[in-house]
């Protein structure tokens, strides 16, 4: 019994990741970049410490966006069209969590790759 329980969570879990990309423009942008950034890091054959530290922020900036999807669509059904001042601040301050974790991964892959990448280019 707890197996098909266990089972059914990962099932539910699966759905809605599947569900916000396909319905999530900016999820899907993200997924891309995390692609790129993946695959440069193979390229460039990062040290394993390294690749850990870029997976977890992939992760990390997958999950706000999932946790900010969860809270608009929440949001959304709670309030209808008549959005107040404090649904307002919480659909603006997930959306700033995702932001800021964005904007973290883009230095993160600054400092992992942005030697490597103009090294590439000058010798290239």
Known sequence: MKNQGLFKSFTFAFSGIASTIKSERNFKIHL???ICALLLGIYFKLPVVEFIILLLTITL???AELLNTAIEKTIDISCGARL???AKLAKDAAAGAVFLTALNAVVVG???F????FVL????
């Open 61 to 63: 900036v997958l999950c």
């Open 84 to 86: 107040n001042a404090t």
């Open 32 to 34: 891309v970049a995390a």
């Open 121 to 124: 280019l000058i010798s290239g």
């Open 114 to 117: 942005g030697k490597r990448v």
């Open 110 to 112: 600054i400092l992992l």
